[in-house]
């Protein structure tokens, strides 16, 4: 079983307080869109690559076209309606596998493992969770947590859904 790629590299980055479009910050002399599209790339599940943008992210549209995946504008109306919006626009009725911009630590392998719990699980759609004590261990903070079998966990960036 194959699977798309969407990455979504839309958003204004509010939160984020840089000198350039989030997804082009550089992680490791890399822009942070680079990063996931390569991790894209080396899945051996994924078979092709979309990356969404909007008005304010002209530069990663940029980066994404030279990276030779597809591209698809969106009206930047917030991440649901962008997701909606480029499901609909690319005809991706399909298992996708959503991923974020900001993930630059992403392997084709661990994509690749998310990909294989989707398919073992037999459900419709995965959402990728991280415990929250996690992320206060790093001294992070998450912006939207659930509580699941008693447990605080937070959204990873990382979903499949069946288009």
């Known amino acids: 079983m194959s699977f798309v790629a969407l990455i979504m590299a839309g958003g204004k980055g509010t939160r984020f307080h840089g000198e350039t479009e989030k997804p082009m910050a550089l992680f490791m002399g890399r822009p942070l869109i680079k990063r996931v599209i390569d991790a894209t790339k080396e899945s051996k599940r994924i078979t092709e ?3 969404a943008v909007t ?3 002209p530069k990663t549209a940029q980066e994404a076209k030279n990276a ?4 698809i504008k969106t009206d ?3 991440y649901h309606k962008d997701l909606q919006q480029a ?3 690319a005809n991706l009725f399909c298992p996708v596998l959503i991923i974020s911009a900001d993930l630059p630590l992403l392997s084709g392998e661990f994509l690749d493992n998310i990909i294989e719990k989707y398919i073992e699980s037999g459900k419709p759609a995965l959402t990728v ?3 929250q004590e996690a ?3 790093y001294g992070l903070s998450a912006v939207s947590v659930f509580e699941f079998k008693g447990k ?3 959204v990873s960036g990382i979903n499949i859904l069946d288009g």
């Not at 030779?68 to 591209?71: A, D, F, P, T």
């Open 55 to 57: 008005l304010s992210t």
């Open 87 to 89: 499901i609909k626009a």
């Open 68 to 71: 030779s995946v597809k591209i």
């Open 152 to 154: 605080m966990y937070a």
């Open 76 to 78: 930047g109306q917030g």
């Open 49 to 51: 690559t979309y990356v």
């Open 129 to 131: 969770l991280v415990p």
């Open 135 to 137: 992320f206060r261990e």
